[in-house]
C-alpha cells in the first residue's frame, strides 16, 4: 500500500505548518505522494521540486473555493493536475483580490455596529505574529479570533450572542452567527459582496478541459451535511455535480462509515467513471481530529479499504499523467 496525501494545508492558507515543516513531516512518515492543497493559492513549483528531490512524488494542486450557482451552493474542489495553465492563476488572483475587498467592508461594518477595536496594521501585525501567517491568507475565523484577541471586545461580543449560545467558545459562535452567509446575526452584521467565486463549471473549464485534470468534490461529509450521519443533500445533488464534469469525490479522513459507504455507493452508480480521492485535510501536524472535519498528515480514514485506494490512486495517477 502506498503512502499517499491529497488534501493538506499549509502557512500558505489558513494551515499552522510551514511548507517546509510539511515537507520534513512526510518524509518522516516516508509518504510517497503528497498535494499541497492550500485554499485558491497553487502548490509552489520550488516546494514541489523539493518533494521531488527527496523521492515524493506531487503535482500541481489547489483547493478552490467555487460556487454552484443553480444551486446557490458555496462548495470546496480539491484540483489537481500534471501542469495548470496560466489561465487559472488569473482566476485564482481575481478571487484574492475580492476576497481583499470582502475583509476591508467586513471590517468596517464590524466597527461600525458594534465598535469594536480593529485597524488594518494591527490585524496584519496579528495574523503574522500571532498566527504565523500572511494578512492575504485571512478569513473571517480569523477576524472573529483578532476581535476576541482584544479584552475591550470581549464583553460586547458575548453581549449581542448571550440568547443563541451557552458555549464559552464565543469565538466560533460570532463567525458562524455574525460573519456566515446563514448565521441569524450575518444580516445585521455581515456583508454580501457581488460574487466572486468561480463557477464549478469555470473550475471544470481550467481544470479538466484545459488539463486533463481531476477536480474533486472535497469532505462531502463537511459541505453536505450538518449532521455527519446525514447524505440527502449529496444524494439530491451529486448527479448536477457530475453532469459539469466534476470528475472525483474525496473520501475524508473523518467521514464516518455511513458516509464512505455512500460514497462508495455513488462510485458504483456512476460506473466508476468517478474517481475517489482520498486526504486528512490536513491543517495542523499532529492534529487529534476532535473537530471531527481535519486530521494529521497522511491519516487516510479507517472505513476504506486499502485495495479501494490503491486502484483509484494509480487511475489518478495515469489521468494526470504523473
Known sequence: MRNIEMHCHSTRSDGKN???QVLREAQKLGIDFLALTDHDVISPQDFQSDLRNIWIDTCDSVEILARNYELWKSLHLVSYAQI???????????????????RRIQFQKI??????????????RYMTEKLKRDISTSNKYDMARYFWSKDEN???????????TVSEDIVTHFYEECLKRWGRLFEQYGVEIEEYEPSVE?????????TWGVVSLAHP????????????????TIWDYVEKWVNAIEVNTQASPEWVSEILRTQKQFRWKVLLTFGSDCHQIGYDGRD????SIWELNPYIDTGIVE????????????
Not at 482566476?91 to 470582502?102: H, P
Not at 470581549?154 to 443563541?164: A, N, P, Q, T, V
Not at 486502484?311 to 504523473?322: A, D, G, L, P, T
Open 84 to 102: 495548470f495553465h496560466n489561465s487559472l492563476q488569473e482566476v485564482l488572483s481575481q478571487t484574492d483580490n475580492a476576497k481583499k475587498r470582502l
Open 202 to 210: 469555470q473550475t471544470v473549464e481550467e481544470v479538466v478541459l484545459k
Open 311 to 322: 486502484r483509484n490512486f494509480w487511475e489518478f495517477k495515469e489521468r494526470i499523467w504523473v
Open 221 to 236: 461529509n463537511v459541505t453536505f451535511s450538518d449532521n455527519k450521519w446525514w447524505t440527502p443533500e449529496f444524494q439530491r
Open 18 to 20: 510551514t511548507p517546509e
Open 154 to 164: 470581549k464583553d460586547i461580543m458575548r453581549r449581542i450572542l448571550w440568547e443563541y
Open 111 to 124: 466597527v461600525d455596529t458594534l465598535w469594536l477595536e480593529w485597524s488594518e496594521d494591527d490585524f496584519s
Open 292 to 295: 471531527r472535519k481535519h486530521a
